[in-house]
């Protein structure tokens, strides 16, 4: 059997965690959806809309994961991983999408008399907040893991149902508490939930663009890098030190400053020995290519 190079280790990983949110979201589709109509309640509908989103987005997760974690070939040299940071894209425009439909939906609500929602959907909220808080912690602990955007962006669409079930449970409650006349509370629940999904969308988007733009990683990351390559033999310093992330993985140019007065085999060989230790110390670095300068 072949063995799992460590990228593929890394995709299956988020892989799973995406699986695994795509079957509780199906199953919240079908039980707030029900419910929501039964009980009379648009925010628990509106929460079934957005779980319904989770499930679309998540497939896109997947695929783009997938796709991320395939090699190296002729046509795509550096790897396939800019595919994973383009699905967080695309999740992030449809949360935007879902919320506009929400808030519209809930104006809508709000003009037109409708019946108090039943108290029993109290119950599922309650059920979902903890359920999908859960689901978000564990999703997030994977994505900090494995440093992949896309399995973030999963996490905070998690924690967006969570919270948008939290203002439902609210909602609801304020238009028990208050009878006739507070109908409404259910349906202002729902519309403050769809700018929580627009904020949720853009700080899925804003780091899934600068993975695509190939801004740089933290300084920490590019300090110890450097440090790291200072401590091989016969590297005086580093000049330059660029890094780039391809889903999840990283690609950096550096610039070491060797004896002006090695031979180029010498010089050469300090470099593969720059490279290795720099492999060694981070495992998530796939390739560095090695300019050397004379000090």
């Known amino acids: 059997m072949k063995e799992k190079t460590k990228r593929e280790e890394i995709a299956d990983k988020a892989a799973k965690s995406t699986l695994t949110g795509i079957v509780l979201s199906v199953l919240l589709v079908f039980v707030k959806g029900i419910v929501g109509i039964v009980g009379s309640s ?23 994961i997938k796709i991320a974690a395939r090699n190296p070939d002729k046509n795509h040299p550096y790897g396939h991983g800019k595919a994973e940071p383009i699905a967080a894209i695309v999740v992030a425009f449809f949360l935007a999408g879902a919320a506009v439909l929400i808030a519209v939906q809930s104006i809508e609500n709000m003009l037109s008399p409708h019946d108090i929602p039943a108290p029993f959907t109290l119950w599922v909220l309650a059920l979902v907040v903890i359920g999908k808080e859960l689901l978000f912690r564990y999703v997030i602990k994977v994505g900090k893991e494995t440093e992949s955007n896309a399995v973030k962006a999963d996490a905070w669409h998690h924690r967006s149902d969570a919270i948008t079930s939290a203002a439902a449970f609210i909602g609801i409650s304020i238009a028990l508490w208050g009878g006739r006349g507070y109908e409404a509370a259910d349906d202002w629940a729902a519309f403050f939930s769809s700018f929580v999904i627009i904020v949720n969308a853009y700080f899925i ?14 300084k920490e990351m590019i300090e110890r890098m450097i440090f790291v390559a200072q401590t091989v033999e016969g590297v005086f310093d580093v000049e330059k030190c660029l890094v780039r992330k391809m889903g999840f993985e990283y690609f950096s140019d550096m610039h070491i400053k060797v004896n002006g007065n090695l031979s180029v085999s010498e010089g050469h060989r300090i470099a593969h020995k720059v490279k290795e230790a720099l492999v060694k110390d981070n495992d998530k670095i796939f390739d560095v290519l090695i300019h050397i300068e004379p000090y």
Do not use: N
């Not at 648009?42 to 783009?64: C, K, N, Q």
């Not at 988007?205 to 933290?218: N, Q, R, S, T, Y």
């Open 42 to 64: 648009y925010a628990l509908v509106a929460d079934a809309i957005e779980s319904a989103s989770d499930v679309v987005t998540s497939l896109i997760l997947w695929f783009g």
């Open 205 to 218: 988007f804003k780091p899934a663009l600068g993975e695509i733009m190939d801004v740089a990683p933290p």
